[in-house]
Every structure is written in C-alpha cells, then in structure tokens.
C-alpha cells in the first residue's frame, strides 16, 4: 500500500521503502591466505586493522544488514588475543577470567531484569484492579453513597448491583477508563518511543535474523513499552502482555550487552545474549523456563549454538528464579493457570482433539489473512486505537466472559468444576439432589446455568475473533498469545461441555460405554479448554514443540501432553495447508524486513547468474580497485552509486576479487584518512581498507548476490509456485519482475539449484557460490 | 593398550586400529557449474548418473564416513524429479504425496514400534519380580514348606523370615540367580550379536554424526538387546536400561527406514529417523517425551534442523501414547517416579542444593576418569561380567537398600514421608507421641530407624559408586542413568535428612528462624534426593537443558525447576573443570571413532597446511586425471594406494581439480564397466566417474584433509594446551606427532585459524579452505 509510506508516525512500519535494502552482503570469507606463506602475516595484519582502527569502522548502520562470518572472524580474533596475553602478567590473566564469565554475567543481568519485569506483570494486574475498583467506588459514590468501604472491598459485587442507574454508570466508567487508558497508551508511544508497539517479536525475529534496528532495543523503547503496557492491558483491548514481554526482556539483554566490549562490539555475540534474553522473556510471561528455550530455539533465533543453549538456559532459570521469589500469582509456583485434573483421558477422546486442533488451524490461517489484510489498510493510528478500544469496551461490558480480565477468563476455562466451583459454567444439576454430587466428581446433566453460559460463551467467541483481528499490530504493545488462548480455551471448552453431556446422555453408545461408568466422571471440560487454547495458540503462531512446553508448564498438566502434542500438530498441518506463514513471519514480510526464513526448504532450481546483479542491461557492477584508486575516484564511486559495499579487486583488467569494502567504513575512513594506516596521503592514493578477507587470487567477481535479491527472488517464486498463498500484490509492486533486454520478463531458468546445503546458512552459501563464479573464458 | 586389539570378541571396541580412518571426505562441494551455461546440463547429467547407474555406487562401506553434502544433493535432486513430476498423471501424484509422507510414516512407525519396547520394560519388571519370587519360593519351600502360597502372594516377608538358614538360602538364591542372568546375558550377546551390548549412546552419537557401522542397527542387535536387557537388569548388576533402551529405538528407526527409499537410499536422510527415534527412546525409557527430544537435540544428534525437530516431536508423542496405552505404571501417568511434593522451597536451600551440585560434578569427573581407566584394562569379558555380577550379589544382598531394584530404590528415596508411608526413613519420633505428626507435615526429630537407614545409604552409596565404574561398559547391555541417579538420589536423600535435622534442632538459627515456622514442615529430603539425581547424572553425562527437562518429566515436580537448573548448572562447571569430556564423548575417544564434536569450540591457531596430507616427506598425493586414465592405471593406483577416495585432476600438468571419486565407486564401476556409462571400451580409457561436483575450473589440488587429519592434530594440541585432560597414552601411541625432514617433531604455528565459521559444519568447511587452496604460483 503506497499509502503507508506516506504515514509519518511510524517510519519503520511503512514497509521497505525506508529501509535501504540494498546493501551488500559480502560473507562466508574463506579465511585461506593462498598457497604461499606470505599472505598469513599480511591476513592477520588486516584483522588487527579491524580491532581499535579508526572509532566505527567495523559498525554498521541503521537497516542494514550484519555480516556475520565477520563477526565471528573478529570474535575469534579477540579471543585469540586475549588467551595469547593471558599468561603475561596477572591483570591480563584477570581480564581474561572476566571476559570468558561475561557471558554468564550478562546472561544472569538479563535474566534478573527480565523477572522484574514480572513486577510488571503484577502491576499490570493491579492496574486493573484499580480500574474495577475504581469505577467501582465512583458508581457507588453516586448510586448510593456511604457504603464506599464496602465495596471498596468487595469489588465483586458491583455488577450485581441493583438497578439499572448504576448499571449504565458501570457501563459509562468501564468503557471511560478504556478509552483513557488506551488514549494515554497510544500517546505515550507516539510521542516518545514509536517502536514500542505491537508484539516486537517479528521485529526481534529480524534483529536475530542479522537486521540492525537502532533503537528497536534501546533504554526508552524499553521504558515506555514497560509503562504503555500496563495501559493497553488495563484499557481492556483484546491483547495480551507476553509479545511485549519478550521484547522488554530483548531491550534489557541489548542494554546490559553494552556493559561488555565482549558483546557491545561485536553484533553476533550481542545476537547471542539476545536469543536467551528472548527465553527470559517467555520465562516470566508464562512462568515457562524450559517453554522460554524452547521458544527462543524454534520460534525467534535464527543462530542458535549449544552454547547458546545452555545461556538462554541459565537466563529463564535466573528470571524464573526472580519471579519465584516475587511470587506473582500467590502460591509459590511459577504457574499461571494451574489446573489439577483428577481423571485421565481416553483414547476416544482424541477426536475431538483433534476437531480442535482443525478449529486452531482453520483460525489461524482465517485470523493471519484477516489481520494482515487489515494492516494494509491501516492509516490512522491514534483514532484506530481509540476507536477499537470503544467498541470492545462497549460490546465487551455486557458480557461478563468478555468483560472480565482476558487471563481470568482463560483461568476459569482451564479450571474443572469442583464443590467449591461456584462459576456459572459449574451449575450442574445434581443427581443426589445435594451438593454432593461434585465432591464424586460424577458427570451431570447440565444445569440453565450451563446452557446460558454457552451462549454468552458463543458470543464471546464471536466478539474475541473478530476483536483479536483488529487488535493485533494497533500501535499499542499488544500481545497475541493470551487473545489466542482465549479464543482456543472458549471453543475448547464448549466442546468439552457438548461431549460431556453427549456422554451423560447417550452413555450407552459404544465408545462412551466402553471407557465411562455410569456415574463416574468421564469428560474433563477444562482439558479440553486447555486443549483448544494450545490448538488456536498454534495455528496463529505454527509452534509445536515449544508451544506444547509453554502449554504444559503453564498448567502443569503433564499427563495431558498427549493430546496437547496431537491438537498441535493438527493445528500446524491444517494451518500450513493454507499458508505456510505464522502471524510472525507474515508481519515480517508485511513490514518487508529481509528475512530469510531459516526453516524454509528451497527445492527450486535458478542459476545463480539469475539472480545476481548487475543484470545485463544494468549498468556495470561498481568495484574498487586495490591501489591504483584515488580519493578523487573512490569519492566519486561513493557519491554516484548508493550500494552499501563495494568488492575490491586487482585492478580493472583482471577483475580478481581481493576483498570486499562497506561502504560505511570506507567513509568513515575518508573521514579519518590521517589516522588511517593503509591511506598514503601524499599520492592522494587510498589504498583501499580490505575487510576481514582475502580471497585466493584467481577469483574473477561477476556480479553480487544480495539478501534482498534472494528475497526478490524468492517472492517471484512464490507467485508461481504458491497460488495458495495470499496475493502479496504488495511486493510484487515494490520487486517488479526482472525483465530481458528485449523488455519482456525473463523466463525462469529451471536446471541448477541455487540453494543450498542442509544449514542455517543456506543463504550465505548460495553467495558464496556466485562470489567464487569463474569467468569461463579463464 | 596393545591388549586391545589383540582382543578378538569385539572387533570395534578394539579401538580404531581395526577402522580404515583413512578415508578420504569430500564434502562441501561448491554447486556452481562454472561461468558458462553449458556446465549446467553437464552437471545435471552427473547427478543423473547418482540415481541409479550401478547398484551400490554412492553407498558407503562399514566404518567409513559418509559425505553429508553429496547426501544432501542427491536428495535434493530426487526431491526435484520427483516434484516435476509430480504433474504428469495420478499416478506419480501419489507418489509424490507417498514421497512426502514417508518421513511422517517412517517417525510414526518408529514410535510405534519404540513404544511397544515400554513392554519390554514391563517385562524387565516383571521378571526381576520373579527372580525374587522363585528364589523365596525355593527358601521357604526348603525352609518351612507348607506355606508356600502365602508367602508366594507376599513375597516381602521373605527378608524377614526367621532363623539364619532361610536367610543364608535366600543369599545364595540370590546370588545363584544373578550369576545365572548374567552369564546367559553375556553368552547371548558374545554368540549372535557383539554390538548389543553397553549403552549404545556414543556410537550413536557417532552414527548420527555421519559415520557407517554396519550392523549396529540390524535386527540382530534389535532382538538380543532387547532379551538381554531383561537379563541383564534382572541380575542385579548395578546399570539401568535406559541408554539401550535408545539404542532399541534406534534399531527400529533404521528398520523402518529401510521400507522407505527416501531414507534407505540415503544415509543423511537416514539420520534423520535416527535423531527421531533417539529421542522416542527416551521418551519411552522415562515416559518424558519433550525431554526425549531435547536429549536428541542437546547430547545425540549431529545435523538436527528445525524439521528434525517436528518429526522427532511426533515420534516421542507415538511413543509416549503407545506407553501410555499399556499403562506400565498402572497409574494412567507417563511419569516412572511420580512424586508429589506438598511444601515449596526455600531460597536458602539454593546452597544444599549447589553443594550437591558440586558433588554431582565431582562424582561424574572422578567417574568418567576411574571407568575409562578400566575400561583399558579390560581383557576377558565373559569373566568379567561373571565376577562383577558374583560381587554385586554378594555384597548387595545384605543391605536392603542395594538389594531392591534401583528403580525402585530411586522412588522410594524420591518419596516424601507421609502419614501412610511404611518405609524405615520415615521413622521419625513424633512430637504429638500418635501418628497424627505425619499427617500435620510438620519437621520431627529422627528415630533410630532413620539413623540406621543413614547407616545403611551410606554404604549403599559407596557399593554403588565403586560398582558402576566398574559395571559401564560391560559386555552385556548397561545403561548408565538409572545408577547415576541412584548414587545422586542416595547422597542427596542424606544431606536432606542432615539439613532436615539440622533445621529442626536448631530452628532458632537466623537461616531457619526466617523461613521455617516452628512445627511446620519446611524440609523435604526427597526433594533433595530428586536434586541429587539430576546433579549426579549431569556431572557424568553433562547435559543440562534435557536433563533437567527429562528428571522434572519423570517426577512431575514443575515447581522444583529452579533447584534443579541450579544443581545441574552446578555440576556442569565443576565436572567440565576436570576435563570437559562428558562419559559419552570419553568412550568415543576410547573407541577411537571419528567424531568430531560440534560443542566444542576451536580457539588454536593453526595453518591448513599443517594439517594437511601429504606432508613434505610423504609421497605424492594419489590423484587421478579426468580424461586420459588407462583401466590399468586405475587399477594400479587403487590397488598400490589406501586411500578411500582420489581428487580427480585434468592432468597432471595442471592439477586442476575438477572432482572427486570414491574408491568404492571406481571399485564398483570397473567391476561392472559394461554397463558404466563413461566407461569407453575400446580404448581402455576409463573416463572417471566424478561425483557429484563440479568446482571451478581453476583451483588447484595441494592436498587433503580428512576427518582422521583434523582429529589427530586435535589430539596433539589437546596434550599441549589441556594439562588437566587425562592422559591418553593410547592415543599419543596411535597418533604419533609429526616428524619435519631434520627428524624432530614439527613446531606449530600459531597464526592462522584452521577453523571455523559459525555453525556445526565448521570441520566440513576447514576441509574445503584446504580444497581450495591455490597455488600461490598460478
């Protein structure tokens, strides 16, 4: 949509237009120094340059892309260093101890930060709390003054509160404070921390992925993100804190990575504490440790070594830790919802599982169309977020399943009827005519109660869907996995309610005569609602084994995995075969970050010379030359092409590739040309700043494959290949298709693969590959 | 040891010497076909030929590597016919969609099958039972015949029979019967199948990453594995059967794959199955299916990408509910020790719990380095297993604590005391002077039976840790978790009694005055015996994430994460002080196998040509020319040389390399050169068949270096820079240092890096710097 491109408010969400995607990527340097032994000394001459040279020179900037053999060249480098000196004297013996446990510091800063964030998520309770009781008092002070204290009390009661006056002026505050909340929320954002909104986790998918956000991670992203969050919860939208969370926790490990030159300089390891910092995250949004891994493993991190295993590991048990001994939810666990289920299940249960499971894809795949569509049109954010926020608080009061707390509700879904269940869904008429009947834990006929609350529940239902679709990606911090859970735990539960009483009524069918005794509790309504929460969670998200950890530590139901485990994985097939998008990687491409999805098999064949550039009617690749370059020339270069790096070579006859220079650091170089060493001043000659690598000589460069190319590539690709997946009408307008010199789109070439070999750097090597292509003619 | 390999009962555990390492690996291929187009069709052409040309071109021998990128290739290739056409009429739709099932198919069987080994563990059960059955039967029948049956129905009493005689018969029984089972299990193995015996782990681990053992997975191994399991376990011999319960799994998984020629055909395909069955073992040796697959991911599996991950999900959710569905536990639960724990923690039980952390460490540092040392020594088998069993009996019999099952032992220690908890720990003296003191929970001062169970653990502990180090790695199967966790369990269960009492006496103490309320229960000692079991199991194996996830799978305490994340952290560093090997690691370096661990991180300095072969004073490299090959000369070369593999050149002028050829491929080739299509005839010139890549025309071959290489100088550099590594004399024997020209070992260089970028292939990549050397000359 050209028209979010003119939006002013939120430059990064108007998609690629800002983002200078056409840097050049220029990784995966064979670290060979030619046959001969000379090149060693002159190649590590090169990486000393890149230690302490000129202050930048090895940065990158903002929207770019990082290059990541680089990085670890330099990691290692300074690693090497360090453990060559550690012998010399006991301050540098020191120095090296500190910097091989900075990374178990800056691990257990991050996981400490992040668990007070769940002071957070205790305030954020509170803050609604506050609401309630204070709309509360003020109805009272007005309907019927002096019994403040009371209520204050007892804040329960209001809405059973006689009359219809206070009624309406219980509707008038609640939909009042919603409105104020989210307005303040919206505000706060706008005005001083834009990239504050949403859930951040496609962002930080990005960032892990090799994407430079300034400020996406920064101090006051993080502060208002803390505050607006609470608001946005508070203001009642159908949104959740755990995104947010995650992205709080992300702020707080990019903060505290500044404290190490270990990390601060060096943007792969920095992507490291990242990664566990994101387990963090999840670590206290759900009290899940393991899910937090987990989660950071499958979902989020795009380079994820054991080491940074066992970190993310440590960071969840510290933030864990933290949480534990703030004790959130009043019962020493780090559970949210915790359900004790006193029967087992049966195998023929399985089916509507499954069913469910099918209803979490079928969600999930209609809730990613229905949202991204929606994102395309949006243009005013202010009046969207306070518009969404009036009408579900005017459709929402009504309802009291809609009304209440969103992780309330999902706790009352989650939790089985028992004697001292005194919620509406629990009103069971009782065989005994007593009350005894529940302590037997005996399925019953359901009582009006039930049946009135399957309706409301329906209702529910219809106004979360449709809610959730417009809530998601408003320029509040909103999270999607408790609105998802929301929706999966009340179609779960519904359907746990209907097979109960189809078993109380019909317990002479086969199935339910083989595996229930008359009188015996059978069905589990609250499993299945936890059933469904975990079915929907997965269809929007396409999560599997972490979901089902974050599902079942959340509950501690770990009798009940099989069926979380056959529920999930249903969701995620019938959800693939819509699209094989999550919400995350679909906002990703929304915003047209370049992101290459590491999960993604290519089985395409395109000659690499397809998708480089130059094309043939480009003009000719612009290149630098190792020596015979002038300042004059080099600044022309610079100022006439907007290409973010430039290969080096031999000189203009050869063509052999020697290295390959950013075009920031050669800039920043220009700068610094006195204090740059390769720069001989007098002949106004700048021998060219070669980073990082030499290739073996006889290289020839041709052209150059960048990640926006692939992405380009891979979109055309996908209009062929994919008529399932929605018509991103959007990208085809911003990558045209390439077109032959005759003007007529080129054919695709079908008969050598472009990618790639069996790892995550399945990209990188594909580059590789066309930075190795050899002039036949040699 | 020399010894060794003079043993002839188990070839591979003769070390590496009976194992052709010298094989050439050629991986990494760079897939561009040159500048021109016409390489394209050429290379094309030459996966073609991979398909099906001759039958066994493109398979591996036993004990080779295999190639994991030209595995990658061909089943990308096959993927891609297979895709184009996919069109071309119904029948080759379904069995494209037969192709793209097949790896769920081949998870789900191997579930399926996996699961159904949890009768297998019901049967290992239920024959320990009656061993103990028949041997009471016989004492009494002996003893005081006429009540047999009552004693038959409870055997329990037997222990507390009167008089000496019965107690001497039921000792002799006892040890009678485990001679018996030990005997019968050592012959089975030794007769029909020698690879069924241990734990399996490290040569799976080897397996998965990438290397041929035929046989290890046969059905052969399936079957006496699985009978002498029972047998072994049922002798009483101080192992668990745990680790060869994934073996098993593994077993399946490679059957099954044979059914499908997607992974028959193809050995990284293969691994696959592997990695997802490894973890379906685990899911059914402890009923924790997620803690199977992070153990999969975490300590088994080499090439684990994000697929992986789902399928092994799915495979250990298969096994899970078959072993749900024979319910072996009778309790409807997954869980093998279920525990539940009604007091939370306290932060000052952290210090407890790290100490046991330490202990854990220390433990699994000084057992990896006793048993390894043993396992040097070892030269009769058969005896051996005879007389450990024979000691076993012998010494077990008298303490009740080492005479029970140990996983029996394990739960019991696990257990807290509760008012219905019958077992000698719980003999506390209760303070109302009634057994209302247990069910209050309230700490109470030891009676004398729990001083003499102290006693009793005591000895227990050292029995077991002076036994397991001698019992891993016996000739039958033995898995190492179950006895882990007992010592842990043991130790741990005596430091919560001493903390236990210690809070009790002293509760005035400002740690205890703050947290324990006088009368309330506040320590559980079988808290910190779970704690234990988990330290002690990751100081031998040092896993962490999956362990932790697997013990609070196994017992359901979600709450008590925390301390086990701290124990297990504890013990990780502590151990990795004393050599970083985990067991599993230590007994591949034993067995000499080519493994090449991807946690470890290469921060020495080293030239590729330092590495490289030949060396200065070796022959020429063994190479063969693309066109001008005689059959002769073929011959000559494959039959004067040892090398598994030979770089194709152009000639011998240039040296360019343009492929690389397996021996066994050109063995097989010119065995069936009718059929061989670059095989002319008439001229006797032997056009060579060069697999799978095609490199740039320009680079030329210097040398090699092959996995063996890499290792060897691994070796050496570890005896320089890790003095606190054990001593490998056997391996300084086997991988003398290398000699420069004037006779005197070579010095290394330290300047530039042979490895590595980055991700798990960094060995591959090393080797292909070298391949791609250029002479510095050209």
């Given at each position: 949509m050209e028209e979010d491109s003119a939006d002013p408010y939120l430059p990064y969400d108007?998609?690629?237009?800002?983002?200078?995607?056409q840097e050049l990527r220029g990784s995966n340097y064979a670290m060979s120094n030619g046959?001969?032994?000379?090149?060693a000394s002159s190649s590590t001459h090169l990486l000393d340059l890149l230690?302490?040279?000129?202050?930048?020179?090895g940065t990158y900037d903002d929207f770019h892309t990082i290059d990541w053999v680089r990085e670890k060249c330099k990691d290692r480098e300074r690693h090497r260093k360090i453990n060559s000196k550690k012998k010399e004297s006991a301050w540098e013996f020191t120095k090296s101890l500190y910097d091989a446990w900075s990374g178990w510091l800056v691990v257990t800063l991050t996981g400490l930060a992040s668990g007070h964030t769940a002071l957070h998520s205790l305030s954020v309770y509170h803050s609604v709390q506050f609401m309630e009781q204070d709309s509360t008092l003020r109805v009272f002070s007005t309907?019927?003054?002096?019994q403040w204290f009371n209520f204050l009390t007892c804040p329960a009661n209001i809405f059973t509160g006689p009359g219809p006056g206070s009624y309406i002026m219980n509707y008038f505050m609640f939909t009042f404070w919603a409105l104020s909340f989210a307005f303040l929320a919206v505000s706060l954002v706008k005005v001083?921390?834009?990239?504050?909104?949403?859930?951040g986790i496609p962002e930080i998918k990005t960032i892990l992925s090799g994407f430079i956000i300034r400020g996406y991670l920064g101090k006051w992203t993080l502060m208002i993100k803390t505050i607006t969050l609470v608001l946005a919860v508070a203001s009642g939208l159908?949104?959740?804190?755990e995104g947010p969370l995650v992205h709080v926790a992300c702020c707080c490990g990019n903060i505290f990575s500044y404290l190490f030159p270990k990390y601060s300089k060096n943007e792969a390891k920095k992507r490291e504490v990242l990664s566990a910092a994101s387990a963090a995250g999840v670590s206290v949004a759900f009290g899940a440790p393991i899910g937090g891994v987990l989660f950071s493993l499958e979902?989020?991190?795009y380079y994820f070594p054991l080491k940074t295993l066992w970190r993310s590991f440590f960071a969840a048990l510290v933030a864990a830790f933290v949480l534990r001994s703030i004790n959130?939810?009043?019962?020493?666990?780090?559970?949210?919802?915790y359900v004790e289920y006193h029967t087992p299940w049966y195998l023929f249960e399985l089916f509507p599982f499954i069913l469910l499971g099918v209803f979490g894809g079928l969600w999930g795949a209609f809730f990613i169309r229905a949202n991204i569509a929606w994102c395309r049109r949006r243009k005013y954010p202010v009046l969207e977020v306070i518009t969404v926020a009036a009408i579900t608080a005017i459709v929402a009061f009504p309802n009291p399943y809609t009304r209440q707390n969103t992780s309330e509700l999902i706790k009352e879904l989650f939790t089985d009827c028992g004697p001292l269940e005194s919620s509406q869904l629990c009103q069971y008429r009782s065989q005994m005519n007593g009350s005894k009947a529940y302590s037997e834990g005996s399925d019953a006929a359901a009582a009006p109660g039930v049946y009135s609350a399957m309706w409301q529940l329906s209702l529910a239902l219809v106004f979360k869907i449709i809610m959730t679709i417009f809530t998601?990606?408003?320029?509040?911090?909103?999270?999607?996995f408790i609105p998802s859970m929301a929706i999966g735990a009340i179609a779960g539960r519904i359907v746990g309610i209907a097979v109960e009483q189809l078993a109380y009524y019909h317990h002479d069918w086969f199935l339910f005569r083989e595996w229930c005794e008359v009188?015996?509790?059978?069905?589990t309504p609250g499993l299945y609602a936890m059933v469904g929460a975990a079915a929907c969670l997965g269809g929007v998200t396409r999560m599997t084994v972490s979901l089902v950890v974050i599902v079942f530590e959340l509950?501690?139901?770990?009798?009940?995995i099989v069926p979380l485990m056959a529920a999930v994985m249903t969701s995620k097939w019938v959800g693939d075969a819509f699209g094989r998008e999550g919400i995350y990687e679909a906002h990703i491409r929304l915003n047209g970050y370049p992101f290459l999805d590491a999960k993604e098999e290519f089985t395409h064949t395109t000659l690499a010379r397809e998708v480089m550039?130059?094309?043939?009617?480009?003009?000719?690749l612009a290149v630098l030359t190792q020596?015979?370059?002038?300042l004059a020339e080099l600044q022309n270069i610079i100022s006439q092409t907007s290409c973010n790096g430039f290969p080096v070579i031999v000189s203009k006859e050869s063509q052999r590739l020697v290295g390959f220079a950013l075009r920031r650091d050669i800039t920043i170089a220009i700068g610094e040309r006195t204090s740059f060493?390769?720069?001989?001043?007098?002949?106004?000659?700048f021998k060219v700043f070669i980073c990082t690598f030499k290739l073996t000589k006889s290289v020839i460069v041709l052209g150059i494959i960048t990640k926006k190319n692939i992405l380009e590539h891979l979109e055309e690709l996908k209009q062929h290949v994919e008529p399932?997946?929605?018509?991103?009408y959007y990208y085809k307008k911003r990558y045209p298709p390439s077109y032959g010199p005759d003007g007529k789109p080129r054919p695709r070439v079908h008969n050598v693969q472009l990618a790639s070999p069996s790892s995550r750097y399945e990209e990188d090597e594909s580059e590789e590959e066309v930075r190795l292509l050899d002039n036949s003619s040699l």
């Open positions: 108007g998609g690629g237009d800002t983002i200078p995607l046959g001969g032994g000379a090149g230690e302490e040279p000129i202050p930048g020179v309907g019927r003054s002096g001083f921390a834009p990239y504050a909104c949403g859930s159908s949104l959740g804190k979902e989020v991190s959130p939810f009043g019962n020493s666990r780090l559970v949210l919802f998601f990606g408003l320029k509040v911090p909103s999270g999607l009188g015996a509790d059978c069905i509950t501690g139901g770990l009798e009940y550039r130059p094309r043939r009617n480009n003009p000719p020596d015979d370059m002038t060493p390769e720069f001989t001043r007098d002949a106004e000659t399932l997946a929605p018509p991103w």
